[in-house]
């Protein structure tokens, strides 16, 4: 055994992994085990309902996500249920969907798949062809709603993602950069149309998730989004990065500054109320909602529409 070996300061397993907030060592079985318990304090934060959906995409934060909820399944009072959308993406998406799908089948929970192209009529490299910078805006827009649709068809009012501490401290970021005080509360308090969002991995770092999905033997070398370019977010998660080296436990105090913000003025601040859209009925923040001005307002073309 080579002598600068670092050993797991819970047992004296060699260490995969060093917390560097809290300056301990953990094993590959504390790592999970660590992993497990903080999704464990969240869920007895929340009152589940009889079915939980978890948002999955295949990747390796949902994919993470879905093992610890599959491994504590006996504790919860709830059955899960995997929803996938299908976004139509040429050359990444046919590989996501085969990992989800097999990740499912591994894992036994049942796996609801839900496509652009039968929902809208349109793959979103169809709907973005020519102007593939909106590419993202499109698509967040399209795949909230897609997602909806499919919690609806299931019975779901409760949908977990696999948002880890990371994309948080990133969102709550970006967020103070926009000057928009909305996005801090987008979703605080949101219509009963809109199942319930929750996030079991807000207190666990995008390296933590990652290895656990490595550890457990799940984590997939899977193509990149082609519309994934170079965007705020890659150059916010880059100086987080660099802070938390400097100062560990910068990453986690960023995530949970909006967490703090909305407990303290979510109960005092006006949400706008929401309106039904003029042509699917689905509520929106105009009389004409985002997914069917992303679809054409023409309602002879917009598969959304009340009369079809
Ligand atoms: Fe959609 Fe953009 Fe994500 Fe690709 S990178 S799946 S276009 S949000």
Avoid at 35 to 57: C, H
Wanted: proline letters at 3%; hydrophobic letters at 35%; charged letters at 25%.
């Amino acid at each position: 055994m080579a002598d600068n070996q670092i050993f797991c300061e819970k047992c004296d397993k060699p260490a995969v992994y060093l917390d560097r907030e809290q300056g301990i060592h953990l094993c590959r079985n504390h790592l999970k085990e660590s992993v497990e318990d903080e999704v464990r304090r969240y869920l007895k934060t929340i009152r589940l309902p009889e079915t939980l959906g978890v948002a999955f995409s295949g990747g390796k934060d949902s994919t993470a996500l879905l093992k610890v909820l599959s491994e504590i399944r006996s504790e919860l009072p709830c059955r899960i249920i995997a929803l996938t959308v299908d976004e139509g993406i040429e050359g990444y998406r046919q590989d996501t969907i085969k990992a989800a799908t097999e990740t499912c089948l591994i894992l036994e929970v049942p796996h609801e798949i839900i496509r652009f192209q039968d929902l809208y009529g349109y793959s979103l490299d169809h709907l973005v062809s020519g102007s593939e910078r909106n590419a993202c805006t499109i698509c967040g827009i399209l795949r909230r709603r897609a997602l909806e649709v499919l919690a609806q068809k299931c019975s779901i009012s409760m949908i977990a993602t696999g948002h880890n501490q990371d994309d948080h401290a990133q969102t709550a970021l970006m967020n103070a950069i926009s000057g928009d005080v909305k996005k801090v509360f987008t979703g605080y308090g949101s219509s009963s149309w809109y199942a319930q969002r929750i996030k079991p991995f807000v207190c666990v770092s995008e390296k933590e998730v990652t290895l656990y999905a490595l550890l457990n033997g799940l984590f997939r070398d899977l193509p990149e989004c082609p519309y994934a370019v170079s965007s705020l977010r890659g150059e916010v998660r880059t100086l987080l990065y660099q802070y938390e080296k400097n100062h560990p436990g910068a990453m986690r105090n960023a995530a949970q500054c909006e967490e703090n913000i909305r407990a303290k003025l979510g109960g005092t601040y006006q949400q706008e109320a929401y309106k039904t859209c003029s042509i699917c009925g689905w509520p929106g923040s105009g009389i004409i909602c985002q997914v069917c001005m992303v679809l054409g307002k023409d309602t002879h073309l917009n598969p959304m529409t009340k009369e079809k």
